[in-house]
């Protein structure tokens, strides 16, 4: 079955880095677009990034532009944010989310992983 | 960037009652509309994509309509375990936003 697992969440100074990591399992990673999503605390669901199937393709949030970076690693089924010059508005349950295969839809999510915290505090 | 405005914010309602949850959009998002379901503690489930098309494994008191800018989910039978949040999310020119939230409370 479908497996997504975060991990490098923490707790972090502001203007500090962290990567998280996404590891995948139970479908052929490489065939599909992945994402990143935030949900602040007592907030709702943010869109963070996207990277297509092969990764030569990736979009962002305004909010992140520019200091976040997602990548992924087809050969070990891995999924990465690289967050730099970090706020404490970037506070956060991070989850990674599989997209649905292209030839049945345009939008949606079908997978999600657990997710993983990031707090950004002095 | 497109906005999403979902309403009502709260919906109290009983077991069994029909929940009428609604996402207007600020321009036109053709069909490229989704609905989750959030839980505490747990990660969003998939509902509804492309505006109307129920995801695998979601029962059939769940169904999304509409396109352009409005858009409903309505659940025809509410049962215990569906009391929780509810987003609508879209995606125009790759990027994507979601709507604030309806969360539907127990009366």
């Known amino acids: 079955q479908v497996q997504l697992v975060e991990s490098g969440g923490g707790v972090v100074q502001p203007g500090r880095s962290l990567r998280l990591s996404c590891a995948a399992s139970g479908f052929p990673f490489s065939s599909y677009g992945m994402h990143w999503v935030r949900q602040a605390p007592g907030k709702g669901l943010e869109w963070v990034a996207i990277?297509?199937?092969?990764?030569?393709?990736?979009y962002y949030a305004d909010s992140v532009k520019g200091r976040f970076t997602i990548s992924r690693d087809n050969s070990k089924n891995t999924l990465y944010l690289q967050m730099n010059s970090l706020r404490a508005e970037d506070t956060a349950v991070y989850y990674c989310?599989?997209?649905?295969?292209?030839?049945?839809?345009?939008?949606?999510?079908?997978?999600w992983g657990q997710g993983t915290q990031v707090t950004v505090s002095s | 960037e497109i906005v999403l405005t979902q309403s009502p914010a709260t919906l109290a309602l009983s077991p069994g009652e029909r929940a009428t949850l609604s996402c207007r959009a600020s321009?036109?998002?053709?069909?490229?509309l989704a609905w989750y379901q959030h839980k505490p503690g747990l990660a969003p489930r998939l509902l509804i994509y492309d505006a109307s098309n129920r995801a695998t494994g979601i029962p059939a008191r769940f169904s999304g309509s509409g396109s352009g800018t409005d858009f409903t989910l309505t659940i025809s039978s509410l049962e215990p375990g569906d009391f929780a949040v509810y987003y609508c999310q879209q995606r125009f020119n790759w990027l994507f936003t979601f709507g604030p939230g309806t969360k539907v409370d127990i009366k």
């Open positions: 321009q036109s998002v053709g069909s490229d």
């Open positions: 990277i297509w199937f092969d990764g030569s393709n990736k």
């Open positions: 989310a599989k997209d649905l295969p292209n030839i049945v839809a345009t939008i949606g999510f079908d997978h």
